[in-house]
């Protein structure tokens, strides 16, 4: 290799989770090496199969026993741009009112979208900035963001401009999802048919225009919107060559999952009230079951996905916080981890699988998620002795750093 073929990076002495089925719980490799140029993963095996001085295979190389690396986490359903709070709805649920009829008193993710449409954009940006820095601090490497608290053109393309400066911001990857059909906004009651209008022939053409768009999403649910409103928008965001994803079975059961499989769509997330026929239908498209067990926390439910049929049916579980400031406010996608477990009974494996390599489909991502060599070279560097760690220490520090294609984020 001559000087300038060199990679530009390479860690030895670490503990690999590759996720590759190697035969292995995690794909693990004890004592691993890890290089990467240009952004993108080079090798990533044991130390024995480095041929070699590694100083003439690296620009840099760093020795860092007592670490595990696994690949960035992925946190595909996020609604982090907010204004405001609601801790004040907290108390109230402590208090007996129930989600629901907090939203069908005016409450709810109507209150969040009052707060949001009050906030300019470098206002909303620094509301918004401290909480993603907060997933990055445990491990996250690449984020979505959906729109939902504006519900007017303008208020919905200050969130997706705001979603995007994190991105550049902070140097890791933002991905959009457009989620204009979050609630019914209060100045179109009894109009309904007028805001769907608006939404899916003006909001989500023009805003996909403007590239601010990457994925387009809805609430289908009792307080949200109904299966027909919702095929209406997925409908449109097939013609505008848009994928779809859906928040369905929250809290019924309105044949979401289903509807959302029937276009292809990359994900269906909470699913508490999925039946086996959403399930199967989910399998057969190949769509993503996203559980987040943030909410199903913040709310004290007690009805949790059917897990089973997902292992059953073959579909894939992805894992995120669903981090929002009515129904989960968490801050740490590790801990939805550990939810996931200590709540779902998924495994520490299916849980980190989740948050990474099933968390890039759930986005359609194909090209991280995984440590093999083509993939981009986003990783988390942990003090940890043994994986499941991850999922057992509830907060804590663990993380020593993460790169994002190679680099170091921004502070
Ligand atoms: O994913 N369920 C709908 N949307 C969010 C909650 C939003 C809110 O209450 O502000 C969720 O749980
Ligand atoms: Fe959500």
Redesign the pocket.
Known sequence: MTTDDRWDGLLLDVGLATLVDNGVPYGAIADGAIGWRDGVITFAGPRSELAGDPHALAHRVESLPGTWVTPGLIDC?T?LV?GGD?AQEFEQRLEGAS?EEI?RAGG??VS?VRATRAASEDDLLRQSLPRAKALLADGVTTLEIKS??GLEPDAERRMLRVARRIGVELGIDVRTSFLGM?ALPPEYAGRRDEYVALVCDTMLPSLAGEELVDAVDA?C?GI?FTHDETERLFRKASELGLPVKL?AE?LSDLGGAALVARYSGLSA??LEWTSEEGVRAMAEAGTVAVL?PG?YYALRDTRPPPIEAFRRHGVAMAVAT?L?????PLLSLRLAMGMACTLFRLTPEEALRGATVHAAHALGLDDRGILAPGRRADLAIWNIRHLPELCYWIGGDLLREVRVAGERPHE
């Open positions: 359903h609604h907010f609601r989600y939203a709810g993710i969040s939902g608290y979050h609430f649910e949200g928040h929250q997330d909470h987040l909410a669903d929002n400031p009515g129904t989960s």
